[in-house]
């Protein structure tokens, strides 16, 4: 039997019993560590190691240390008349670092999103299970944050008008060849409220050096009649450093006044809990009008 050495673990080991097609194997190591990969039946004198190809060493024993990244790939033992022994896929990366986690809420109170990052990227292959529960009950059963967008490091936490203010835990566990890590995550949903930035912005010009400003809220807040959202309006011209910021408007629609005529305004909207739960939106994106000289 092949040993290997300061490798965390050996992946799928495919053998074909009713053919004569050698032996495959993948092989997962952490970068920095040292790995030592004996051929099969490798006592014959003359067999030798090849990397993509190339002759490596004549020996039954590959010996790689201080692995990184480049030495990735496949390696195969041969035969002295160049029969194929075996071949090993060496795949580098690093166990899961513990995630870190970051949640919001932008469709209070039915949804939140949790997202995480690894620092470094494990590289290898790593999946994620991610759970949460009650903190004051923490023989309620844990219930699975479903997969949210494309990423597979964000997860959806639903209907959680039953926890609104208190305390939820995330789990969030990464495993892959390696290892695998937990970070345990608090949130208060009532304190990760954050709306998706305002749509549908127009301005349009009025007389009197006026623009009216309009918007709609975010389509993903789920019920702006009992969660109502207030608004902070930005504009600017010249420099933004320069921008003012006005509010907060309970509807959908303002006034700039008292601007000057032939002045291009920049024009931005975020939303709020109206009872400033959490964090207002980010900014939605500028939107320009000029302001006629009649
Ligand atoms: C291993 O390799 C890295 C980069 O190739 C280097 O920075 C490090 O000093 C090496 N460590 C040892 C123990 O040789
Ligand atoms: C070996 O082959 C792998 C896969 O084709 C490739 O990614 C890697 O760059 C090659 N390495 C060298 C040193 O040729
Ligand atoms: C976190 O989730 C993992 C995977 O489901 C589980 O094994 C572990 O026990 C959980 N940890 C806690 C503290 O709930
Ligand atoms: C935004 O505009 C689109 C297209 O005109 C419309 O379908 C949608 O209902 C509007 N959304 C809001 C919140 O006003």
């Not at 936490?157 to 695998?180: C, D, K, R, Y």
Request: net charge negative; proline share 9%.
């Amino acid at each position: 039997t092949p040993t290997y050495t300061h490798t965390q673990r050996v992946g799928s080991v495919q053998a074909c019993l009713f053919s004569s097609s050698p032996p495959s194997i993948d092989l997962f190591v952490a970068v920095g560590s040292s790995v030592k990969i004996p051929c099969s039946d490798g006592e014959e004198k003359g067999v030798e190691w090849r990397f993509n190809s190339s002759v490596l060493v004549s020996s039954s024993v590959l010996f790689i240390q201080n692995s990184s990244l480049k030495d990735q790939g496949i390696y195969t033992c041969h035969q002295p008349n160049g029969d194929l022994i075996q071949t090993v896929s060496l795949h580098l990366g690093y166990p899961p670092s513990t995630p870190d986690v970051h949640c919001w809420s932008p469709s209070y109170p039915k949804r939140a999103i949790c997202s995480w990052t690894l620092t470094p990227d494990p590289i290898l292959p790593t999946h994620y299970i991610a759970t949460y529960r009650s903190f004051s009950d923490p023989l309620s059963s844990a219930r699975q944050c479903q997969k949210w967008g494309e990423q597979d490091r964000q997860c959806a936490l639903e209907q959680l008008e039953i926890f609104a203010s208190e305390m939820t835990l995330i789990n969030i566990t990464a495993v892959n060849a390696l290892g695998s890590t937990t970070r345990i995550w608090p949130i208060i949903f009532e304190q990760i409220v954050k709306p998706d930035p305002p749509v549908n912005v127009s301005v349009m010009v009025m007389p009197g050096r006026k623009l009216s400003v309009q918007w709609g809220p975010p389509p993903t807040w789920p019920d702006p009649v009992n969660f109502q959202l207030k608004y902070t309006v930005k504009f600017h011209w010249g420099k933004p450093e320069t921008a003012r910021t006005l509010g907060f408007y309970e509807s959908n629609k303002m006034v700039l006044s008292g601007l000057v005529a032939g002045r291009t305004y920049y024009i931005q909207i975020s939303a709020k809990d109206s009872l400033d739960d959490g964090q207002s939106s980010d900014w939605s994106e500028p939107i320009s009008a000029t302001v006629p000289f009649n």
